[in-house]
């Protein structure tokens, strides 16, 4: 089985810096990437942030709306991710999905996982 927890969101003010993490555990073989969407009430889940591990190296993607201000990282080594946000706005408020493309065995093709979210809350 694999698991993804994620863990950082609450209550944050306007302008805030709070991170998120994102463990991923169980039996895997490889991630191939991972990253963060989220989903705002009455609206469809959108992309956040990408990180792809190529060669040994990540690559991170941004959607527009975050991009400058949020930042994606990887610990490759515990397959953990992180999403540390800065000069957050209301309408950063969602909850935020962690999700890995990995595969459990030499022999398996890539899967999508999940983590449960995580609620990010902006306001004063």
């Known amino acids: 089985q694999v698991q993804l927890v994620e863990s950082g969101g609450g209550l944050v003010q306007p302008g805030g810096s709070p991170r998120l993490s994102c463990a991923a555990s169980g039996s895997i073989f490889s991630i191939r990437a991972m990253g963060w969407y989220r989903q705002a009430p009455g609206k469809e889940r959108e992309l956040v942030a990408t990180i792809t591990n190529i060669g040994g190296t990540n690559y991170a993607n941004y959607a527009v709306s975050v991009k400058g201000r949020f930042t994606i990282s990887r610990e490759n080594a515990n397959n953990t991710a992180y999403l540390q946000m800065n000069i957050l706005k209301p309408e950063d408020t969602a909850v935020y999905y962690c999700?890995?493309?990995?595969?459990?065995?030499?022999?398996?093709?890539?899967?999508?996982?999940w983590g449960r979210g995580t609620q990010v809350t902006v306001s004063s």
């Open positions: 999700y890995a493309d990995l595969r459990q065995f030499w022999y398996s093709q890539y899967q999508t996982y």
